[in-house]
């Protein structure tokens, strides 16, 4: 048998190529008709006894109120969203998120490999994660450059507003 595709999948297949040359053909002849009826005289209709056409109100007005749709949801709706998802200025995530929580937590194991010297408290001696944890530390080479971190909150307003500043 030959291998078939996954029902979901965003790849062309030829019943898709189909479908979409017959709708760009079908959306090219309805937009010559459309344009045909907007420019055309209404006298050439009535030669041709075509005579059940919409008013032409209707050629201008519904790209107009398509347009405006259009603008109304991408200056305002669209903004109004994301403000409403964003945090507010003084909720905690406006200055935490996973990233930092997982820069804390190996920070902490940082130190904890520099004060290597406390044993550890584990009660199986075989099980000990760190002293696994400080034999994969021991090739971290102490002088590399450190990576991009938030800074912690706490650092930055004792930096900022301790009464003893440094000048």
């Known amino acids: 048998m030959a291998n078939k595709m ?3 999948t ?4 030829p ?9 760009y053909l079908s ?9 045909i009826w907007a420019v055309v005289p209404e006298s050439w209709f009535k030669y041709l006894n075509i005579t059940c056409l919409p008013q032409r109100y209707w ?12 603008l109304i949801f991408g200056f305002i709706i669209y903004p109004s969203i994301n403000l409403c998802m964003t945090p507010d200025f003084n909720d905690i995530n406006t200055i935490t998120d996973e990233t930092t929580l997982q820069r804390k937590i ?6 904890i490999t520099k004060n290597s010297s406390r044993d550890c408290n584990c009660t199986d001696s075989t099980k000990c994660e760190r002293r696994q944890y400080l034999k994969e530390f021991k090739n971290f080479n102490d002088k590399c450059i450190p990576s991009a971190e938030d800074l912690d ?5 004792k930096l900022l507003y301790s009464k003893n500043k440094h000048e």
């Open 6 to 8: 996954p029902e979901h």
């Open 10 to 13: 965003p790849a062309p297949t």
């Open 15 to 23: 019943h898709r190529a189909v479908y979409g040359f017959a709708l």
């Open 27 to 35: 959306f090219k002849v309805f937009f010559v008709l459309y344009v």
């Open 59 to 70: 050629a201008i007005a519904v790209p107009i109120f398509i347009i405006t749709s259009l």
């Open 106 to 111: 190996s920070k902490q194991l940082y130190t």
């Open 153 to 157: 909150i706490s650092e930055v307003s």
